[in-house]
């Protein structure tokens, strides 16, 4: 019989949320960079350098690779023969963990977490509860594998219950444009397959914590039907020419991981399950010999990047820049904006929308401004603001064509394309829409060399901010006809990927 302590498991968990904030695990690191060497697109391998240069600056800064710090996931395994010495719960436990991780005063991580979903939808302040998982096991040890899962890759989950004839490489290769760039390709594609609905889902999300080993399965070759599926999707998802962020190019998908389970006669469930640029889990056996100490990776193992700026890459004066300046953008051209630009993102545009409709002024003037959809981690240590990459632009869809119609907006900045509703507004009023990097939030808040909320202080992180940015990364998305780079690009990479060997390293 092994005695675990309570507080050995709460420390354990606390400190791997705190540990894979900052440090993407090595096998997500050499993937990205295996695939920036072999990237064709210029777009998408700034992209990639992006989030190579990012996963360094967390590294070395030790604060989160992305703004968006995730809904703690965890899986236990808890041995037969395990006594514990604590007066509650396990779950109770996890979330003493996730707590002390999200308030950490060295690396606040945001609250992203809200009870009453259907309703009230009120932050918890400190990310919990997790979303646990539990199982009992032969043997007198705790296994623990933790995952932060970001929002705009867990929006993106798609469940099928396929016949028993149909193709799920069929239905893999339909669902993954569906998902657009929203989930921050390139990352990984979790399926389960079999089991019942809830089954299937489950497996999904373990199978995104599996290692990064797609190039050793080729090297070797299939020996199963399962790996043979996994490769299959591999390939054939990338020659889909989404590429990093949905700019187009050859690297969607870095692995493809698959769980399965005996499933009923009439079933066949299918569920997927991506997960994005902000890769982060650990993994940790409590073996009654106190809380477990990952070993921190070598800064060695981040390749030195450095952005290629310059060519095409304009310099844009936000302050002094015009409708009609804006209107010479097309979609894919590089920018680094500098300049006054204002946030906002869901719960502050639909406050917005509401006064419109009662008639009520604004408290910001958007007048030939810029709005930047991002919930920024809190500053640390004085910093000017933490964390501050783009969140998912479609969100804000339904809104665009009040806003551009009501307050003289002159764009947008998010990440991933627009819907038709957006376009059709973006293309109207002859505004743009561009995109920064989803999963490069630490190097987009350097950019930021001024923050202070201006409107809608109760919203905490959604609050509105004004920022003062300095040559920030960004690319156009949407130009004011109202033409997509997402719509664009990937249709021109899928036909050249037909040319080029996409699947070697
Ligand atoms: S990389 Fe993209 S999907 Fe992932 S957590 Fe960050 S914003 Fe969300």
């Known amino acids: 019989m092994t005695v675990i302590r309570g507080d050995d498991l709460i420390q354990s968990v606390a400190d791997a949320l705190q540990f894979i904030s900052y440090y993407h695990p090595k096998d997500f690191v050499d993937a990205v960079h295996a695939a920036y ?84 939808r009120l932050n918890s302040k400190d990310n919990t509860p997790a979303v646990i998982h539990m199982e009992v096991v032969p043997g007198d040890k705790v296994e623990v594998e933790v995952a932060a899962k970001g929002g705009g890759s867990e929006a993106k989950s798609k469940f099928a219950m396929l016949n028993p004839s149909d193709d799920i490489v069929d239905w893999v290769l339909e669902m993954v444009p569906t ?25 999904a999300k373990q199978a995104c914590m599996g290692s990064i080993d797609i190039n050793e399965l080729k090297a070797r070759q299939p020996a199963n039907a399962l790996e043979q599926l996994r490769l299959e999707i591999y390939e054939k998802v990338n020659a889909l020419g989404i590429g990093a962020q949905g700019l187009g190019g050859l690297t969607t998908v870095l692995d493809v991981k698959i769980k399965d389970y005996p499933t ?30 990952l070993s921190p990776p070598s800064l060695a193992d981040w390749p030195e990047i450095t952005r290629e700026v310059g060519g095409d890459t304009r310099r844009v004066d936000l302050d002094s820049l015009t409708a009609e300046d804006a209107r010479q953008w097309r979609p894919g051209d590089t920018l680094l904006l500098s300049g006054t630009i204002l946030t906002g993102r869901d719960a502050a545009h639909k406050r917005m929308v509401d006064m419109l409709n009662r008639g009520e002024s ?11 959809y991002v919930g920024p981690v809190d500053p640390v240590r004085g910093e000017v603001v933490g964390p501050a990459g783009p969140t998912t632009a479609t969100r804000m869809d339904k809104f665009t064509d009040q806003i551009l119609a009501q307050t003289g907006l002159l764009g947008m900045i998010g990440k991933a394309e627009r819907g038709p509703a957006a376009l059709a507004a973006i293309k109207k009023h002859g505004a743009v829409s561009l995109i920064a990097v989803g999963g490069a939030a630490y190097l987009v808040s350097k950019a930021i060399r001024q923050s202070r909320v201006v409107a809608f202080d109760d919203l905490g992180m959604e609050a509105i901010h004004e920022f003062v940015v300095e040559d920030m990364p960004v690319t156009v998305a949407v130009d004011s006809n109202g033409e997509s780079v997402h719509q664009i690009a990937p249709k021109i990479w899928q036909q050249r990927i037909g040319k080029i060997p996409v699947a070697q390293a």
């Open 37 to 120: 060497r072999r990237e064709e697109n210029p777009a998408a391998k700034d992209a990639l350098a992006q989030i190579l240069i990012n996963s360094r600056m967390c590294a070395e800064g030790h604060r989160p690779i992305c703004q968006d710090t995730g809904i703690v996931t965890v899986f236990v395994k808890i041995g037969m023969r395990v006594q514990w010495d604590s007066d509650v719960g396990v779950a109770d436990l996890i979330n003493e963990g996730v707590r002390r991780a999200y308030l950490h005063p060295d690396n606040v991580l945001r609250a992203s977490i809200l009870t009453d979903p259907a309703g009230a």
């Open 179 to 203: 998902m657009g760039a929203g989930w921050c390709p390139p990352g990984i594609l979790g399926i389960g397959i079999g089991g019942t609905a809830e089954k299937a889902m489950v497996m």
């Open 264 to 293: 009923h006669a009439a079933n066949k469930p299918v569920a997927l399950i991506p997960n994005c640029a902000a890769t982060r889990h650990a993994h940790f056996v409590l073996d009654g010999s106190g809380p477990v100490e």
């Open 362 to 372: 604004l408290p910001v003037e958007l007048s030939g401004k810029f709005i930047y």
